[in-house]
C-alpha cells in the first residue's frame, strides 16, 4: 500500500481548512440557495432580473417628464388659475405612486416557502407504517417519495407535488419558479417588468401597479389630445399641423396609446381572475370553470380576499444568523451519519487532488469517510480489498488522493498501528 502523506505534506490551504475550529456567523440571505438578490442587509428581497426595474421605472417616469416639460404649460390658459397646476400635479405625484407600488411588488418576499434540509420523513406525512428507508434514498440513488399527494380544498380533491429542489409537498396553489428557483405560495406568475415573482404576499400590490399605470396612461394620453385640440382651435390649422406644432404631444398619444393596450389588457384580465378566484398559472394550466374551481367563494368573498384580508407575514427571516458548520463539528456530524443542523446549508469544501482543487460535497465525503472505515476493518483482519478504479460500480482503489483525504481529516491510522496490522498478518 502507499504510504499515508505526513502533517508537512498536507497542502497549506487544507490545513487552514482544519485549523479553522471558530464556526462563523452568516445571515440567510447570504446562503440563500435561490437566485434572489438582497440588498440593504436583506431587507429588499428581488428575483434575479431586479435590472429590468431599471426599464421599468423609465418608462413610467419619462414620458411624465415630457408631459410636465412640454405639454402642460399649454393647458395652463385653457384652465383656471387653480385648476391648471392641478393638471400638471396630478400625473407627477401619481407617477410618484407607481413607483412605489413598483417597489412595494419587487422588493419584498412573494411568498416563499423555505426549503427543507432534508426529505420527509414518515411520520412526518403521517404514514407510521412506512419505514425511513422507503421515504428516503432508494438503491439506485432515486427519491422514492411518491410524487403526488392529494389533500382536500372546500371538499374537492386538490393534488399537490412533490418539490424534489425544495424537499418538501407544496401546499394548494404554490408552484416553484423556475426563475427564482423558490417555491412561491399562491403562485400568479413571474414578471420580468417587476423583476419579482408574484404570489400571495405581492399580488395586492402587483394589481393596484397595473391598475394605476393603465389610468395614468389614460391620463395623459387625454390631456395630449386636449392639448393638440387647443393648438388646431388656436392656429385654425388640421391635425397633422398641430402635431407638428408639439411632435411631443404626437410621441405621447402613440405610445399612450399602446401601453394602454398592454397594461390595461392585463388589467381586466386580472379583473376576470380576482373575482373567479384563480391566478395567472391556475387558469392557463387547468381551465377552471365554476364548477371546477375549488377556490371559488363567490365574487364579494373573492374580491375581499385580495383586497380585504391580512397580509401574512413571511416565512423567511433573511437576516436570521445562522452558524457556519466548523470540520470539527462537521466530522462529528459525520460520524452520526447526517448533518445535525437542518438550518445550515450543504456544503462542500476543497482537496487537492493531481494538482488540481476540486469541491468535495457532504454526502460525497461522507460516502468515502465510510469507505475509508470499511477498508480500515479489513486492513486489521488481515483481508485486502478489491484494488479497482474508483466509479459507478461502487469498487475503488486506494490511491494518493485518498490518503491525503484521509490524512488531513483524521482519519489515517498511526504507524505503530500499521505495524501491529502487518505482524498480525504474518
Known amino acids: 500500500m502507499t504510504p499515508l502523506p505526513t502533517e508537512s505534506q498536507v497542502s497549506a490551504s487544507n490545513r487552514q ?33 431586479v ?12 414620458p411624465v417628464i415630457l408631459f410636465c416639460a412640454f405639454v402642460s404649460h399649454r ?24 413607483v412605489v407600488l413598483l417597489f412595494l411588488t419587487s422588493g419584498r418576499d412573494p411568498g416563499i416557502i423555505p426549503r427543507n434540509a432534508h426529505p420527509p420523513e414518515p411520520e412526518d406525512e403521517g404514514d407510521a407504517a412506512s419505514s425511513s428507508l422507503d421515504w428516503a434514498l432508494n438503491q439506485s440513488g432515486v427519491s422514492s417519495l411518491p410524487p403526488i399527494k392529494d389533500v382536500l380544498v372546500n371538499g374537492m380533491a386538490v393534488k399537490v ?10 401546499p394548494p396553489r404554490c408552484s416553484h419558479c423556475s426563475i427564482c428557483n423558490n417555491c412561491v405560495e399562491r403562485f400568479d406568475h413571474h414578471c420580468p417588468w417587476v423583476g419579482q415573482c408574484i404570489g400571495k404576499r405581492n399580488y395586492r400590490f402587483f394589481f393596484m401597479f397595473v391598475s394605476s399605470t ?10 395630449c389630445w386636449v392639448n393638440v385640440r387647443k393648438i388646431m ?29 398592454f397594461v390595461g389588457g392585463l388589467t381586466s384580465f386580472h379583473i376576470y381572475l380576482i373575482c373567479t378566484n384563480q391566478t395567472t398559472y391556475e387558469n392557463f394550466r387547468y381551465r377552471y370553470d365554476e364548477k371546477t ?53 450543504k456544503t462542500s469544501f476543497d482537496i487537492e487532488m493531481g494538482g488540481k482543487r476540486q469541491a468535495v460535497d457532504v454526502e460525497d465525503f461522507e460516502d468515502i469517510h465510510s469507505r475509508m472505515e470499511s477498508i480500515a476493518s479489513l486492513e486489521r483482519c488481515g483481508t485486502q480489498p478489491r484494488h479497482t ?38
Not at 393603465?214 to 390631456?223: D, G, I, Q, S, W
Open 233 to 261: 382651435v388656436e392656429y385654425h390649422c388640421n391635425l397633422w399641423k398641430a402635431l407638428a406644432e408639439s411632435p411631443v404631444s404626437g410621441v405621447l398619444i402613440l405610445y399612450t396609446f399602446i401601453a394602454a393596450w
Open 161 to 170: 407535488k412533490y418539490c424534489h429542489t425544495c424537499m418538501l409537498y407544496r
Open 214 to 223: 393603465t389610468m395614468l396612461c389614460l391620463y395623459v394620453f387625454a390631456f
Open 51 to 62: 435590472r429590468s426595474l431599471v426599464l421599468t421605472i423609465c418608462l413610467i417616469v419619462i
Open 75 to 98: 393647458l395652463i390658459n385653457e384652465f383656471q388659475h387653480h385648476l391648471c397646476n392641478v393638471v400638471v400635479a396630478i400625473p407627477a405625484v401619481f407617477a410618484a405612486y407607481i
Open 389 to 426: 478504479n474508483l466509479g459507478h460500480n461502487g469498487n475503488w482503489e486506494i490511491t494518493p488522493d485518498i490518503h491525503a483525504l484521509a490524512a488531513e481529516f483524521g482519519t489515517e491510522h498511526s504507524s505503530t498501528d500499521k505495524e501491529k496490522i502487518h505482524h498480525g498478518g504474518a
Open 17 to 49: 481548512i482544519i485549523d479553522t475550529s471558530e464556526d462563523l456567523s452568516k445571515r440567510v440571505y447570504q446562503v440563500w440557495k435561490g437566485r434572489n438578490k438582497f440588498f440593504l442587509g436583506g431587507r429588499l428581497v428581488f428575483g434575479p432580473d
Open 293 to 345: 374551481n375549488p377556490y371559488n367563494r363567490g365574487l364579494v368573498r373573492n374580491v375581499g380576499e385580495i383586497f380585504f384580508s391580512k397580509i401574512p407575514t413571511s416565512r423567511n427571516n433573511f437576516r436570521a444568523k445562522v452558524r457556519e458548520v466548523s470540520v470539527s463539528g462537521f466530522t462529528t456530524s459525520l460520524s452520526r451519519g447526517r448533518i445535525t443542523s437542518p438550518e445550515i446549508p
